[in-house]
């Protein structure tokens, strides 16, 4: 059975050792993103409040299989999602599809709401197929210069379009 849960329902750590499994098929991530890896963890779980708000971790029969999280501080214009990860034993079995539509219903949620933002790397085309899938559409790609063993950023968007009651 599929969740989506509170962050702090579980250990603290957990996010930290999510996105470790996630990055695991190229040490070169871990070596980069090691200490932002810890900082979103740090965050999240020393901010319960913003956690429960602006991020969810995706259990599977009450085990944590991976999360998402967002940035409002840019509303109404945009939503930026963040960090989406699935741990590499629960890919490929839709969990990932789920986590990121269960974040764009309640981002979607926000009133008057103009877009939703994402940004990853060429490196990560699975990622790539399921923004796309959820209906991000790609809008730009950057070249990388921080680390380009990741390939280009690329920047998908998804616009959210209201009909109001006058």
Not at 24 to 46: K, P
Request: charged letters at 30%; hydrophobic letters at 35%.
């Amino acid at each position: 059975m599929i969740e989506f849960r509170r962050v702090h329902e579980f250990p603290r750590g957990t996010l930290y050792r999510q996105l470790v499994d996630a990055y695991a098929f190229d040490e070169r991530c871990r070596r980069r993103w090691n200490d932002l890896w810890l900082a979103h963890d740090d965050f999240f779980y020393s901010n319960p409040s913003i956690a429960d708000r602006y991020a969810f971790i995706t259990a599977v029969n009450g085990k944590p299989v991976g999360h998402i999280s967002w940035d409002p501080r840019n509303r109404p214009d945009r939503v930026s999602i963040g960090h989406n990860c699935i741990l590499t034993a629960f890919r490929g079995r839709g969990y990932g599809r789920l986590q990121l539509r269960e974040a764009v219903r309640r981002i979607r949620e926000y009133p008057d709401l103009r877009r939703i933002l994402v940004k990853t790397n060429a490196l990560l085309i699975p990622a790539q197929r399921n923004y796309e899938s959820a209906g991000f559409v790609r809008v730009a790609e950057r070249t990388n210069a921080e680390t380009p063993f990741a390939g280009n950023y690329i920047d998908y968007e998804m616009v959210i379009s209201r009909i109001r009651a006058d």
